[in-house]
């Protein structure tokens, strides 16, 4: 995730973020399902995801102990 991206995502709201959470676990199933069949060319696409995937976690978290 690029830098303007997480600041783009520090100013969503939990709703949304959790929603956007929710696609990219969607996406790590698909990644890894499609690396298992050998379909993804892009082998750290898994792995990726899963790092944005731990920021808007984390996010969220920040935003509900700040309330």
Do not use: W, Y
Request: charged share 45%; no cysteine; net charge positive.
């Amino acid at each position: 995730m690029k830098k303007k991206e997480f600041t783009d995502l520090k100013a969503k709201s939990v709703a949304d973020l959790t929603k956007l959470a929710n696609t990219k676990r969607v996406e790590i199933d698909k990644a890894l399902l499609e690396i298992g069949v050998q379909k993804e060319k892009n082998l750290k696409k898994a792995k990726i995801t899963k790092k944005d995937l731990a920021q808007i976690l984390t996010l969220i978290k920040e935003k509900e102990l700040a309330k």
